[in-house]
């Protein structure tokens, strides 16, 4: 596939942790690409065009062929580049690895937004609850130094938004959900992660991100 | 992958669509299993054993490996086994398959559900025209006599739901969406896909399935 003609793009915004998928799968696969910084208060025909159904971010554009959808771009970025591969090939693993993946996405990112994103005292200790719970099912999965044992694969990728992102949102809402004490395992982890030096080098700065999601939690209406 | 020692068994009920992705997946390609019909009022120990997590069906268990979530199960499926391929094998259409399928997950599911699932009579003309947006991007998108060409692929077997199950609820709630005139394209499929023999074989008892659902239609709250 990967030839001296390849054009590669990708749509996205500096700081969502979906395109961070994206931006990491590149990376650590050696693949060179265009960044097109999208603004998503006025979006471009270019993003309109090559995701017309949903019209978000991330999306990949590889030979004029557009692919959106964070994790199925990480998928097909690693089918399409055989270095490197970010997914395992033996299928019962490669299903476990989609299935966390899928986990983090509807479960995990689901119950911590209801924890961190809320001024409503009720609804947070349900959102703590059911994070702790989520999130120990995540600490038990982990065996190695990544998800992926020794290299990052596909579930830290996914992961990612937990070792970077949520974090600034502990410290924007004032709640703690990942500790060394309650989650060893999973706090060591983000600290490997962040500290890869391919993650590192591709994180977003932290301090606009902190900045932006302090007031997005500002304007959430106080509870009654 | 397949010897003479494989043990397959599918954890599932009768009746539901998502199970049905698996089964229909199975029978595609030929794969000899149990089915074990679980009791979703009172869960196994083996349910709960390999889908500690969300205890739901289906589960597929190949040799003791377990695997939940029907499209993960039939990628999982398609991979184990070579003969009768289910996923394009170039990656770029392989993830359109996964985009469509996921989009009828995301999204074409939810908005049907919206539409024929309530009582209210605002929130049901609301579901119906984010239904018909939703299903005219899958109407563009066919283009043969299946979503997989002239035969029954990854996509198909996402949205059987839509091809039989959909006119179940369509008839419990008298909404009608997918009618030849405004989906020519969608209710051939339909037409094709439930006819298609492995299909018919299998598909569930068709009144039953509709008791069940008036029942269900019936004990929805009325709107105040």
């Not at 990544?146 to 830290?156: A, M, R």
């Amino acid at each position: 596939m990967a030839g001296k003609q390849e054009e590669v793009k990708l749509l996205g915004t500096t700081g969502s942790p979906f395109v961070f998928r994206a931006i990491l799968a590149l990376k650590l696969k050696g693949i060179e690409y265009e960044f097109v910084e999208e603004n998503l208060g006025n979006k471009s025909d270019l993003l309109i065009k090559y995701n017309p159904i949903y019209k978000k971010v991330p999306v990949l554009v590889h030979n004029e062929k557009a692919i959106s959808e964070s994790l199925l771009i990480v998928e097909y970025i690693d089918e399409a580049w055989k270095g490197n591969p970010l997914l395992p090939t033996e299928p019962y693993h490669k299903a476990l690895a989609r299935f966390w993946a899928k986990f983090i996405d509807d479960k995990v990112i689901a119950v911590i937004r209801k924890a961190l994103f809320t001024k409503d005292e009720k609804a947070r200790e349900e959102g703590v609850e059911e994070s702790f719970e989520a999130l120990q099912f995540l600490e038990n999965e982990l065996k190695d130094k990544f998800f992926g044992g020794e290299e990052i694969n596909f579930v830290d990728i996914a992961a990612a938004i937990i070792a970077f992102w949520v974090p600034i949102f502990e410290e924007v809402s004032g709640v703690e959900l990942i500790t060394s004490v309650k989650f060893p395992k999973l706090y060591n982890w983000s600290q490997e992660l962040i500290n890869h030096p391919i993650v590192k080098e591709n994180l977003p700065p932290r301090d606009p991100l902190l900045a932006f999601f302090k007031g997005l939690f500002a304007n959430i209406p106080a509870s009654k």
